[in-house]
């Protein structure tokens, strides 16, 4: 039996003392004043034209790969206080700090990538064929064709500038409401104030209709109390933004979402057919889990009910040695990686009240250490979440040893591929060591379902999001058409075939709120549908595929989408065929699961007691 672990990371070997640290507040002092010296540097085309000037570009581009890793350090650490206690006002106060360093750096990285564009061709292929940056041709000649998409540098500065009391503040402000905001559950007497975490957790766990009614009328009558606010803050961060846009001459809200994910439309659209031609399928599995659980149809906060009390929980230590185990059989390096963030106390994963809501995963490329995040309480979802950080931490550790910084940027959408990866290998190893036929099915469920929170669930928000920031071009948009919005995309990705629909998510879903990442759900598909695609080379190959899946992941930050599937895999994502073939390891799982309760249906204990 495996001893006792600790459930509460430690920051200290980061940056000691929290959000007092002295130690931080210096490297905060030294990284805002180097940032500042970068800024006055300049080199002249002209220079390039001699050895001595390309040393000096080089010299340069090290120093700003240099500055972007010790910001990285410093945002990560600030987010993880957030985080674990989202009343430490300190920890905001330098979450803002390092936000207004992060704006710096952006007005050199702006310098930077204009000057690129001032390259004459000749010179800049001579420098992509330096030896000392050719592992950087790539993002390179990215951040060139970015650069030629942008406005003079005087006007990406105002930009810039302007972001951090405006743009970014917004989404301060988000923050702060929505995380000091607590649900108010009454039940036979008893009062609870829970996050939207924990209310989360408690509807993928509760088998009682009126329990659960319950929470979503907490979680409704929450919601209504900020949505004057959240709406603000949503049209006013999408006003920004398109209005950036509008003067960089970008007519596509997609554009930047696609270009950041370095995947075509062609490839988003396929993949997107391939989900709606499974609806079908889909909506068979919406029909018997009704059926199941005694309804004529589901609520939204139906779907992820269990059809039956679930008897099976974890330990935090059960749970470590399932995922220890599962990952060896695939990859003892990323078993290895997995036991040291266990040791070492890199996981927070004690449930309390003060913990934000999420599940995240940081790294700390200076210290060489990473921190996972995440609310356990024994479920199989908790037992997945937990999988899903540690493929990130894993990817992120891969990039972190012997890649370049400017070449570790890689994108949401293959980002998720390593963490959905993770998450399948976990679940399908829980399938093969159960026994108990019924426990077997409500696993088959929750792997379903986790299937349908990143097709169906992605595919509401995006339609939602799309929808949402057409309309903004021409006016603000209301709370209450906010919420039809919502409820109409929701509408469209179940094929209407719930009863009601959780109109409200927009405000609880802080990826509407990103200023950073526009558009941040397609990518989720993406990487669960790649994932699935990946999970069975994997069986084909065995253990002969981890180096192969590890030089994928290394690759991620200097290839398109298309590249990284096609060089490593041989998988072609434009054709609408490989997300067919990825899609048909979900399909098969919803057949299994029809095959199974067909039998089950008539056995006392199946449906769930309402």
């Not at 803002?96 to 004459?120: G, M, Y």
């Amino acid at each position: 039996m495996r001893e006792a672990l600790q459930q509460r990371w430690s920051l200290e070997g980061i940056f000691p003392g929290g959000s007092e640290s002295s130690e931080f507040k210096q490297f905060l002092i030294e990284l805002e004043e180097d940032i500042s010296k970068e800024t006055a540097t300049t080199i002249e085309t002209k220079e390039l034209e001699a050895i001595s000037g390309f040393e000096r570009w080089i010299e340069q581009m090290n120093r700003i790969q240099e500055l972007s890793t010790r910001l990285l350090e410093a945002t990560h650490f600030v987010e993880c206080l957030k985080s674990e206690n989202v009343e430490d006002e300190k920890a905001i106060i330098l979450s803002e700090k390092v936000r207004d360093i992060s704006s710096q750096f952006e007005i050199v990285i702006n310098d930077f990538e204009q000057a690129l564009v001032h390259i004459p061709d000749e010179i800049w292929e001579r420098l992509l064929q330096m030896e000392k940056i050719n592992q950087l041709a790539y993002p390179l000649q990215e951040k060139r064709e970015k650069a030629r998409g942008k406005l003079p540098v005087a006007q990406e500065k105002l930009i810039q500038d302007l972001s951090i009391n405006g743009y970014h503040a917004w989404v301060n402000l988000y923050n702060s409401v929505t995380g000091k905001t607590k649900i108010v559950l009454e039940e036979e007497g008893q009062r609870q104030y829970l996050s939207f975490g924990q209310v989360y957790n408690l509807l993928h766990s509760s088998i009682n209709h009126h329990s659960r009614r319950n929470l979503v009328n907490a979680l409704h009558h929450a919601g209504e109390k900020v949505a004057e606010t959240c709406a603000a803050a949503l049209n006013n961060i999408a006003g920004f933004r398109l209005q950036v846009y509008k003067h960089r001459g970008v007519d596509s809200i997609l554009t930047e979402p696609l270009r950041y994910n370095r995947m075509s439309q062609t490839t988003l659209d396929s993949m997107w057919e391939a989900v709606n031609q499974s609806k079908p399928i889909i909506t068979s599995y919406l029909k018997r889990k009704a059926r199941l659980l005694g309804l004529e149809k589901m609520d939204w906060f139906d779907m992820y009910t269990p059809i039956g009390k679930v008897t099976k929980t974890y330990t935090y230590e059960e749970a470590a040695e399932i995922i220890l185990t599962g990952f060896h059989s695939f990859s003892p390096k990323l078993a290895n990686y997995t036991e040291r963030a266990f040791q070492e106390g890199w996981i927070d994963s004690e449930n309390r009240d003060t913990k934000a809501s999420r599940g995240f995963s940081a790294r700390f490329p200076l210290t060489k250490q990473a921190r996972i995040f995440m609310n356990f309480q024994g479920t199989h979802n908790n037992l997945a979440i937990l999988a899903h950080e540690l493929g990130h931490s894993f990817h992120q550790g891969i990039i972190s040893n012997d890649v370049p910084p400017f070449a570790q940027q890689y994108t949401m959408a293959v980002s998720e591929t390593a963490s959905t990866f993770a998450e399948t290998i976990i679940l399908n190893k829980v399938m093969q060591d159960i026994s108990n036929e019924h426990e077997k099915l409500l696993l088959l469920e929750a792997k379903i379902q986790t299937a349908l929170s990143y097709l169906i669930g992605v595919q509401g928000n995006f339609i939602f999001e799309k929808d949402f920031y057409e309309i903004r071009k021409k006016r603000v948009v209301g709370v209450d058409e906010l919420s039809q919005l919502m409820e109409k995309a929701q509408q469209y990705a179940f094929n209407d075939y719930l009863a009601s629909y959780h109109d409200l998510s927009w405000i609880w879903n802080r990826h509407f709120y990103f200023t950073d990442k526009p558009f941040y759900n397609f990518p989720y598909t993406f990487g669960f549908l790649f994932s699935q695609g990946i999970y069975a080379n994997a069986l084909q190959e065995g253990h002969s595929f981890e180096e192969k899946y590890i030089d994928l992941l290394r690759d991620t930050g200097r290839m398109t989408a298309e590249q990284l599937a096609f060089q490593h895999l041989g998988f072609d994502l434009t054709k609408q065929e490989f997300w067919e073939k990825a899609m048909q390891i979900v399909l098969q799982d919803i057949k299994d699961y029809l095959a199974l309760t067909e039998k089950s249906l008539s056995v006392e204990g199946m449906k769930c007691r309402m």
